[in-house]
Nanobody, 123 residues
Framework: QVQLVESGGGLVQAGGSLKLSCAASGRTFSSYAMGWFRQTPGKEREFVAKISWSGGITYYADSVKGRFTISRDNAKSTVYLQLNSLKPEDTAVYYC????????????????WGQGIQVTVSS
């Protein structure tokens, strides 16, 4: 069906920046919402950001608001997450998500998930 391939992760010092990309391929829907979640070992998956098909509606978790920016390029079937002013607590595996209609902040009902990509922020 649909595959989501993430890139752009890595190791960065606190205060630095990274940009994550997630490209969708396969049998994509005519329109779809996309978003990002993250998870640290021993903790539950948490919502980070989401964006509507048109890109006109975005929503962020309070913990990243003002620091992270989500965007998309539908011609490339790609969603991006710009991570600025990174903190050690941002360290996690970040997962891209795609849904034909709506990204629930709980992650419940999401149609497709990426493989996850590591972001490590050193202090």
């Amino acid at each position: 069906q649909v595959q989501l391939v993430e890139s752009g992760g890595g190791l960065v010092q606190a205060g630095g920046s990274l940009k994550l990309s997630c490209a969708a391929s396969g049998r994509t829907f005519s329109s779809y919402a996309m978003g990002w979640f993250r998870q640290t070992p021993g903790k539950e998956r948490e919502f980070v950001a989401k964006i509507s098909w048109s890109g006109g509606i975005t929503y962020y978790a309070d913990s990243v608001k003002g620091r992270f920016t989500i965007s998309r390029d539908n011609a490339k079937s790609t969603v991006y997450l710009q991570l600025n002013s990174l903190k050690p607590e941002d360290t996690a595996v970040y997962y891209c998500a795609l849904d034909s209609r709506y990204i629930a902040t709980t992650g419940v009902g999401v149609d497709y998930w990426g493989q996850g990509i590591q972001v490590t922020v050193s202090s």
